[in-house]
């Protein structure tokens, strides 16, 4: 797009067909083929099948934890986790994240204690944890890791362990990331990931809880499979978590691309910091507490003060060029149902997620987007902030139309 006009001002769309943010791996036509029929040929679709257990192995090696328990999807293994962590009452937890982290509270029979975020990092406040601490009838702190990132979690166990309460992680967006040399995946009591298609590893859905503790797993392989596999031990309930057999293939294939795909990711992003390093306003967040990352996210904050165009305005530029970039998380949790009838309150008591809410944007990275798509999609930034008079002068006449 580089000379041209910015579609919504009337020029012709960057890009034909729509690019989306998601990682979206796909594996070679050949190999897909042969994994689907190694399916048919055992005829074993579902229940802890030799697909199935070859991934937990590959996971436990390559975490360096005792126990990866596959499940359906994320949200269920962390519903299945407060559930085995026997919690009660309220958990602590972020507002900035994606539905499916309170979501898996409230289906547990818990209320989250929503905790404001720390303004540079996106991450859960230690210092706020610590005050959300002394409120009675919380039984855990759910922390999540994002963008790649890790949250404060040698802060937040420090907290944890003086309240005797147990830490878990919503580690859904850092797969592959290390923190202290350490795989992401062995901390606190357990970690839970999401192998949807979105996400840097990929199952097409599905996820795993991470534990190293041998209690605790066997009552999530129990609440998995309802007491379908391994030594039954008393749960309160049971649920279907299980992993079939043809979402372990694609993650088996994701995982052995895993160094191809971070590589990857890695050549996007740094394309990403090259196009938009001398764009004022924005800020383009890099996973400052890891020691690697996945680059799951291309996460840009913007300041529409300096940048010219506020975060939604900048959002509808890229749109009218077919790049589906993402406002998450908004609105943010404490916004939608149940949350903002149970809380009124929270938009007051989060600051700072309030504010992220507003500012922050993906831009697309993994297997839709290459080097030049990139280049384009960053051109496209910089056009708008160009002509962010006249998109402005376009975005308030269509909003006059549409009132
Ligand atoms: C994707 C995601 C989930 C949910 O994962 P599913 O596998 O789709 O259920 C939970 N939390 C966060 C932060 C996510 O990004």
């Known amino acids: 797009m580089s000379e041209g006009t910015l579609a919504l001002l009337g020029g012709a769309p960057a890009f034909e067909s729509a690019v989306p943010v998601g990682q979206l791996y796909f594996p070679d036509w050949p190999d897909y083929v042969e994994a689907m029929r190694g399916i048919f040929v055992r005829q074993y679709y579902t229940n802890q099948g030799p697909l199935v257990r070859e991934l937990e192995s590959a996971l436990q090696e390559r975490l360096g934890v005792r126990h990866a328990i596959c499940v ?7 519903m299945m986790a407060a559930d085995a962590l026997g919690l ?14 309170s979501q898996s509270l409230t289906w547990a029979g818990l209320d989250p204690l929503f905790c404001d975020v720390d303004a540079s990092s996106h991450h859960l406040d230690p210092d706020r944890v610590e005050h959300a601490l002394r409120q009675e009838d919380v039984s855990a702190v759910l922390a999540v890791n994002l963008w790649g990132d890790v949250c404060d979690h040698e802060a937040l166990s420090r907290l944890a362990a003086r309240r005797g309460v147990p830490l878990y992680f919503d580690s859904a967006h850092a797969f592959g990331c290390e923190a202290g040399a350490r795989a992401v995946g062995g901390f ?41 596999a391994g030594a039954p031990v008393h749960v309160r309930r049971t649920a279907n978590g299980r992993m079939s057999e043809a979402q372990a293939a694609i993650a088996l294939m994701s995982l052995k691309g895993f160094p ?97 809410c507003s500012r922050v944007l993906q831009l697309p990275i993994g297997q839709a987007v290459d080097e030049a798509a990139v280049a384009r999609i960053t051109a496209v930034v910089r056009a708008a902030q160009t002509n962010a008079q006249l998109v402005r002068a376009v975005l308030a006449g269509q909003g006059e139309v549409h009132a």
């Not at 359906?72 to 962390?78: D, E, S």
């Not at 309220?90 to 994240?97: D, K, Q």
């Not at 910091?273 to 764009?279: H, K």
């Not at 998380?329 to 600051?351: K, N, T, V, W």
């Open 72 to 78: 359906a999807n994320a949200t269920i293994g962390l």
């Open 88 to 101: 009660r009452g309220r958990v602590i937890t972020s507002a900035f994240s994606f539905i499916a982290t």
């Open 188 to 228: 606190g009591a357990l970690e839970v990931f999401s192998f949807h298609a979105t996400k840097v590893l990929s199952a097409a859905e599905g996820g795993c809880v991470c534990t190293n503790d041998d209690m605790l797993a066997a009552r999530l392989r129990n609440i998995r499979s309802s007491y379908g």
């Open 260 to 356: 191809s795909i971070l590589e990857r990711n890695r050549a996007l992003f740094a394309a990403y910091e090259a196009g938009l390093q001398s764009v004022q306003g924005l800020r383009l967040l890099r996973p400052a507490a890891v020691n690697r990352t996945n680059y799951q996210y291309v996460v840009c904050e913007i300041d529409a003060g300096v940048f010219g165009l506020d975060r939604d305005q900048l959002h509808a530029v890229l749109r009218a060029e077919n790049i589906l970039a993402r406002r998450y998380f908004y609105p943010g949790i404490h916004r939608c149902m149940p949350y903002r009838e149970q809380f009124p309150s929270a938009p007051a008591d989060l600051p700072v997620t309030e504010v992220l």
